[in-house]
């Protein structure tokens, strides 16, 4: 095995032969294998140990078991104790899902404070096919069904392509020594009965099982890279900035491509997280104005079209206020600026001209809110905004991020939109006042 690890090393995963390395160790078959080996072939490495203090005496012992290893082998070690079970319920996680948590977080902490460039982990191709079995029984897409990634952001699984058979024929070819958790023994957790009573009988009935499923999962993994290649084509062809914040796709664009449900759901799960797929799919033939969400990101359908919007981008409903003397203002869609002039010049859509003498100070700057009115410039008549913004297809996304420059309760600006005409400059008018946006 010696000889097929320092080819798998040599030619997939050779900067780990010029770096600086952690390996995690538990104590197990698999890690203090892992160990030995780069220890082999002198790569330069680090061992990090949690203690999860889950099993008293026993992970004490895993402990100094590896002080010893680690002190035969003359490396450094790093350390650490969790009091797993009050993690776990505080978050309220399971206890495997805690300790997942707890480790990786401690992971990264190390490469970071002692500057680790990459964490190994011992995971191997029977772990794969645990992940694959798991993941298939509680449905998934194609990334659940590829199995563990070999490199994921600083971790890297260097034993993957080897067997725990492999694993272990070294280990007594080597009179190495390990621990073993007892916890591993007991089949109330789904893995373990996998482990110990599923795959076992998959194997007796099909001698080459373990080899035929790496097979598979090379083919998945190839599938799974053409279908990105063709998401990154499509998402070029669908997805259409509308502003800085907020992207859209149109449907009956969409719909041209024949199946709406599958190509939503690769279009949106990586980049904005969204993941119930029946949601999205939905979202095609929802009524306008329905909306769903991510952690990130939210998702609204607007007539012909879905927009996608950052939350974090979400702008807020502060309210401002412009003192006369105030010649600059910072909002949430620029930069509002004041500035008193002579004679008019081209006005556009960023830029008013009003009438100084009429505005009441302090100025506010708000959100629009329902029942808000103006009095479009060039127009006598009174319009409600609710209307104004319908005649011009503002979106919904859009209309949240209208603001409104006001005196007192009158509206002056609907800010990037149309100025109020009951401020329009007029012959008599003595005190010209310049606002832009920028």
């Known amino acids: 095995m010696l000889h097929e690890f320092k080819n798998h090393i040599t030619n997939t995963l050779p900067f780990l032969l010029e770096s600086n390395i952690l390996i995690a160790c ?12 780069c220890k082999l072939l002198n790569i330069k490495f680090s061992i990090a140990h949690c203690n999860f203090n889950l099993r008293g005496t026993e992970s004490d012992g895993d402990e ?5 290893l680690a002190g035969k082998i003359n490396s450094q070690i790093y350390i650490t104790h969790f009091n797993t079970e009050q993690y776990a319920k505080e978050r309220r996680l ?15 902490n190390l490469v970071s404070d002692y500057q680790f460039n990459y964490v190994l982990t011992a995971h191997h191709a029977d772990d794969n096919l645990e992940t694959f079995l798991i993941n298939l029984s509680r449905g998934t897409g194609i990334e659940g069904l590829i199995g563990i990634p070999e490199e994921n952001e600083m971790f890297v699984r260097p034993l993957l392509p080897f067997s725990r058979e492999m694993i272990l024929k070294f280990a007594h070819k ?12 007991e089949t109330k957790y789904l893995r373990n009965r996998l482990r110990h009573t599923v795959i076992p009988e998959l194997k007796q009935t099909t001698p080459q099982f373990l080899k035929n499923f790496q097979t598979t999962l090379e083919y998945l993994k190839e599938s799974n890279e053409f279908i990105k290649m063709e998401v990154a084509q499509i998402r070029k062809e669908l997805l259409e900035p509308l502003d800085d914040i907020t992207i859209k796709i149109s449907i009956p664009k969409l719909q041209e491509y024949g199946n709406p449900r599958i190509y939503l759901y690769f279009l949106l799960k990586d980049d904005y997280g969204f993941k119930p797929w029946d949601d999205i799919a939905q979202m ?12 990130t990101h939210r998702l609204v359908k607007d007539r012909e079209c ?9 702008t807020s409903d502060r309210e401002y ?9 910072m909002i949430p869609s620029g930069t509002l600026k004041f500035r008193s002039v002579s004679e008019l010049s081209n006005a556009d859509l960023k830029t008013i001209y009003v009438d100084k003498e009429k505005l009441k100070y302090p100025l506010t700057v708000r959100k629009w809110k329902e029942g808000d009115y103006f009095y479009p410039l ?24 209208v603001w409104l420059l006001c005196s007192g309760k009158e509206i002056i600006w609907i800010i990037n939109y149309r100025a109020d005409n009951r401020y329009k400059i007029m012959p008599q008018t003595k005190q010209i006042l310049k606002i832009t946006i920028t």
């Open 26 to 37: 538990s104590g197990g078959l698999d890690s203090v294998v892992l160990v030995n080996l």
């Open 64 to 68: 100094k078991f590896i002080e010893a």
């Open 94 to 108: 399971s206890i495997q899902m805690a300790a997942r948590e707890l480790r990786y977080n401690w992971f990264r």
């Open 174 to 185: 080597n009179n190495i020594q390990w621990r073993e958790d007892s916890s591993n023994r």
């Open 284 to 295: 095609v033939t929802a009524q306008s104005g329905k909306q769903i969400f991510s952690e």
């Open 306 to 314: 879905l927009l996608i919007s950052s939350l974090a981008e979400e």
């Open 321 to 329: 206020t412009i003192p006369e003397a105030e010649s600059m203002l």
């Open 378 to 401: 060039g127009m006598s008549g009174k319009k409600k905004l609710s209307k104004y913004f319908k005649d011009e297809k503002l979106s919904l996304l859009a209309k949240e991020r």
